[in-house]
Nanobody
Framework: VQLQASGGGLVQAGGSLRLSCVAS????????VGWFRQAPGKEREFVAS????????DYADSVKGRFTISRDNGKNTVYLQMDNLKPDDAADYLC???????????????WGQGTQVTVSS
């Protein structure tokens, strides 16, 4: 099982980044995928999720209207477009594959390495 997140970096407040999560085909095409983040000294928190076919989307209130999750099953990739970034968004961002096609905020079976997002004020 392989999951690889990328696309993090340093951005000014108000800027944008697009994160990518590539997974091995075997676990990807029939399962929901989620993004989570963890800042130093804080609990890991849910950011967004997308069902296997992209028909069900869910966002944390803190990112709603600013972040957009999408997926390309042909490329085994899920994206997280992050706009209007704020200093509070700075964290290590991780992607995870859910046990089921629809998904949710818990129940993730496979986790990848994170990608660091830093937002300067």
């Amino acid at each position: 099982v392989q999951l690889q997140a990328s696309g993090g970096g340093l951005v000014q407040a108000g800027g944008s980044l697009r994160l990518s999560c590539v997974a091995s085909r075997r676990i990807f095409n029939n399962n929901a995928v989620g993004w989570f983040r963890q800042a130093p000294g804080k609990e890991r928190e849910f950011v967004a999720s997308i069902s296997w076919n992209g028909g069900n989307l869910d966002y944390a209130d803190s990112v709603k209207g600013r972040f957009t999750i999408s997926r390309d099953n042909g490329k085994n990739t899920v994206y997280l477009q992050m706009d209007n970034l704020k200093p509070d968004d700075a964290a290590d961002y991780l992607c995870a594959v859910h046990r089921w096609p629809i998904g949710g905020r818990t129940g993730y079976a496979y986790w990848g390495q994170g990608t660091q997002v830093t937002v300067s004020s």
